[in-house]
């Protein structure tokens, strides 16, 4: 039979009673929960896997097949019962994995998306202290990060028919959530970016969580098939937000679980450019990790998966941070060329028909130059710390200070750029200039709650230092970062 999945020891095998019972109340056939598996394994690549009725029989029989068929069955009975149906739940073993693979690779339903969601909102909200998921989460990289994401782009399968209803169900409660109430909760969607650009990721942290749980428990109830794909459209821009201010508070495991689940959210939307956006927040946060190599795959993912549907705006977006890979890479032609491609398909974002989503009206002409500017800046930094790549930055980094000042509403991106003016001028052998971009810097760090921000300036001060630290300037500097930035408490 090929590869199907068979695996364990037949040494005092005992009948899977737990499988049994699932497999009982399924209405199943053993012949056709193994079309079912080999369909399912099919769709994810495996094609190895040709499983029968005798293979069936063993797994009821006490087997345990090997991966990714105890996955496959969770999904499977996951979409059959419309609740979450853990492998364990199954009676079967789990396959030996890092903590960093078991974190991200999830099932693609959407019961079981709320289901995680739920859960995962409510244990950072209980154990909302930092670091609180330290022990029972990794953070996943290479293929054990980028394969389980390729499955976005997988369709999803149809649904099975639903069981037969009990004598006398009770009515149907119709979606309580009106019009209205579903706008409301948009615009506080809304609200929340804004106070993330303004404040930083630590000071509204538990209020997103919050929020994002409480669309979980809408997600739950019966509502109309339109109300349902809109709450998941809200919920992974709340869980991308909530990732996106983990990830700028420090909380790297936490953002990237938030992100894998606001992907799915995603999905279960339709919102291919949506799920493009939160890919694109995994990128910067594998560029952040130093793995640029993961970043430019899962940005070439998320072009694929939206080039038929993905605004000027977002695909400018793309563009950018495909050249900070690039530039991470140390590929200065592919670099240049994807900022090229930024600019040109930026100047179309105000000819095109419909309005943008709020979650991408953030990428203005500041953002564009501040993140060509800094691809550039990490161009000189991996080419041995070169000027002239720093001289390519400057004019765009300058550029995007100018205007993130007239912004006056997205003051980390302000201070970001501060830094990376300051890191420029550095890298030209202009201490005097740098620190004085870095004291501005420090000014604004205060007006927000953002360890990104943070740690970048002790990393540019610490760079000036060692490379200038007798210059009264510099020296004035690390006397002013002990009395602006002392050690951040924890960010929740």
């Not at 193994?34 to 029989?57: F, M, P």
């Not at 998306?113 to 670091?131: C, H, P």
């Not at 069981?163 to 119709?174: A, C, G, Q, T, V």
């Not at 590929?331 to 979650?359: L, Y």
């Amino acid at each position: 039979m090929g590869g199907n999945g068979g695996g364990g020891t037949n040494a005092d095998k005992r009948p899977n009673d737990l499988l049994g019972s699932w497999f009982v109340r399924s209405g199943w056939s053993k012949g056709e929960l193994a079309r079912q598996v080999n369909r399912r394994a099919r769709q994810l690549g495996a094609n190895h896997i040709s499983t029968d009725t005798s293979r069936v029989r063993r797994w009821l029989d006490g087997e345990n097949p090997r991966e990714p068929i105890p996955r496959i069955l969770s999904e499977l009975f996951s979409e059959r019962f419309g609740c979450v149906v853990s492998i364990e739940d199954l009676g079967l073993r789990v396959a030996r994995q890092s903590p960093s693979a078991s974190g991200v690779d999830l099932p693609w339903t959407g019961p079981q998306t709320v289901a995680l969601l739920s859960e995962f909102s409510r244990s950072d909200l209980m154990l909302a202290r930092r670091g609180f998921l330290g022990t029972s989460l990794g953070l996943s990289a290479g293929p054990a990060l980028v394969e389980p994401m390729q499955r976005w782009l997988v369709p999803t399968p149809a649904s099975p028919a639903p069981p037969e209803p009990d004598p006398l169900p009770e009515p149907r409660r119709p979606g309580r959530l009106s019009r209205p109430e579903l706008e409301l909760l948009e615009s506080t969607t809304k609200m929340f970016r804004q106070w993330d650009a303004q404040c930083g990721g630590g000071l509204r942290r538990k209020a997103v969580v919050g929020q994002l749980h409480e669309v979980t428990d809408l997600l739950q109830e019966p509502q109309p098939e339109a109300t349902t794909r809109k709450l998941f459209q809200v919920a992974a821009e709340l869980a991308e937000l909530a990732g996106w201010m983990s990830y700028d508070v420090g909380l790297q495991p936490t953002a990237q679980k938030y992100f894998v689940l606001a992907l799915h959210a995603a999905k279960e939307a339709g919102d291919k450019p949506l799920g493009s956006y939160v890919l694109s927040s995994m990128s910067r946060q594998m560029i952040h990790l130093g793995r640029p190599d993961d970043a430019l795959e899962l940005i070439h993912l998320a072009q694929y998966g939206s080039r038929d549907c993905a605004s000027p705006r977002t695909q400018s977006m793309l563009y950018a941070m495909e050249a900070r890979a690039y530039a991470n890479m140390g590929q200065p032609g592919k670099c240049k060329r994807a900022v090229r491609m930024a600019e040109d398909t930026f100047a179309d974002a105000d000819d095109w028909d419909e309005p943008d989503s709020d979650w991408i009206r953030f990428f203005s002409e500041a953002e564009l130059h501040g993140e060509n500017s800094h691809s550039f800046r990490d161009l000189a930094y991996v080419a041995g710390r070169s000027p002239t790549y720093a001289s390519l930055a400057e004019p765009l980094m300058e550029r995007a200070v100018e205007l993130f000042a007239k912004d006056g509403e997205h003051q980390r991106s302000y201070a970001l750029n501060l830094i990376g003016m300051a890191t420029v001028h550095l890298l030209q052998r202009e201490p005097e200039r740098g620190s004085a971009y870095a004291s501005q810097a420090m000014e604004t760090a205060r007006k927000v709650r953002s360890e990104r921000v943070n740690t970048r300036i002790r990393k540019t001060v610490g760079a000036a230092v060692r490379d200038f630290g007798d210059l009264s300037a510099v020296v004035d500097l690390t006397e002013q970062l002990a009395v602006d930035l002392p050690e951040s408490a924890d960010a929740g």
